[in-house]
């Protein structure tokens, strides 16, 4: 039997680990950091990740249940701009759980299904894609914004994603 992606993606477990981890503890205050007055919040990013998981995993590739509607959208709207550490960390729980799920039940052999786009994207197009992509581009999404998290807790002394 060929072994599921977990096998491939072994280390985003841990990152959610520590994003969530980093995350929990701060105040609104600190959700509302940044590294400049023109950039996202610490609260913007996070929640960020968590919509852009719940968009691609369900919204795109149909995975998971009707739970996860909201969440693909869970940094529109001024609520978003609003949401405690506790709701914050529950939203990466719940896609993580999805993501999670989905790598033990894929094998590399589905990573050739094709999804097109939900909605058109910044040029107006619905490319279609993958999921060896979608994969890649949430993991290297996670990473991205968790690293902007990083930065805006580390220049405001508060400890970031301990990597």
Not at 121 to 129: H, Q
């Amino acid at each position: 039997m060929e072994p599921s992606l977990t096998a491939y993606y072994s280390g985003w477990e841990n990152y959610q680990r520590l994003l969530t981890g980093a995350i929990a503890p701060l105040t609104s205050e600190q959700l509302d950091l940044r590294a400049a007055p023109n950039l996202w919040s610490v609260r913007m990013l996070a929640s960020h990740v968590a919509a852009v998981r719940a968009w691609w995993f369900h919204s795109c590739m149909g995975e998971g249940g009707p739970e996860l509607d909201a969440l693909a959208d869970f940094d529109e709207g001024e609520e978003s701009e609003q949401r405690t550490a506790p709701e914050i960390v529950a939203a990466l729980a719940v896609t993580w759980s999805l993501v999670d799920s989905c790598l033990h039940r894929w094998s590399e052999a589905d990573l050739d299904a094709k999804f097109q786009r939900p909605r058109p994207n910044a040029a107006g197009e619905r490319p279609w894609r993958d999921r060896r992509y979608l994969v890649w581009h949430v993991l290297e999404h996670d990473l991205h914004h968790g690293g902007e998290i990083s930065f805006s807790l580390g220049m405001h002394g508060i400890p970031a994603i301990d990597l």
